[in-house]
């Protein structure tokens, strides 16, 4: 499976971002695929994850409100819309996927993806 994230940029806080991942590859069947953001001298953390029966989606405490995931299966792509940016949504944002649907508590555990695109940089700042 192969990953290609885009989207990223610099916008300024208040603004907004559309990231998209599209999977390739050994792709077919149930999934689950999620973002990642990992900020300078800090660790990776989870954002936002999906199922892709689209039955569960979950959104870290931080970007509560102002993010939303979704999936197009037509397109193979994860999408994340990133409303209201501030300057600590600044870092890599990275997807990655896993085949099968996992539970609600899993999706947000790094260890539970088998594949990771290459990170797409947002900059929030005026």
């Known amino acids: 499976v192969q990953l290609q994230a885009s989207g990223g940029g610099l916008v300024q806080p208040g603004g907004s971002l559309r990231l998209s991942c599209e999977a390739s590859g050994r792709t077919i069947g149930s999934r689950t695929m999620a973002w990642f953001r990992q900020a300078p001298g800090k660790e990776r953390e989870f954002v936002a994850g999906i199922k892709w029966s689209g039955l569960s989606r979950v959104l870290a405490d931080s970007v509560k409100g102002r993010f939303t995931i979704s999936r197009d299966k037509a397109k193979n792509t994860v999408m994340l819309e990133m409303n209201n940016l501030k300057p600590e949504d600044t870092a890599v944002y990275y997807c990655?996927?896993?085949?099968?649907?996992?539970?609600?508590?899993?999706?947000?555990?790094?260890?539970?993806?088998?594949?990771w695109g290459q990170g797409t940089l947002v900059t929030v700042s005026s």
């Open positions: 990655a996927f896993r085949h099968s649907e996992v539970v609600v508590s899993a999706m947000r555990r790094e260890d539970e993806y088998e594949y």
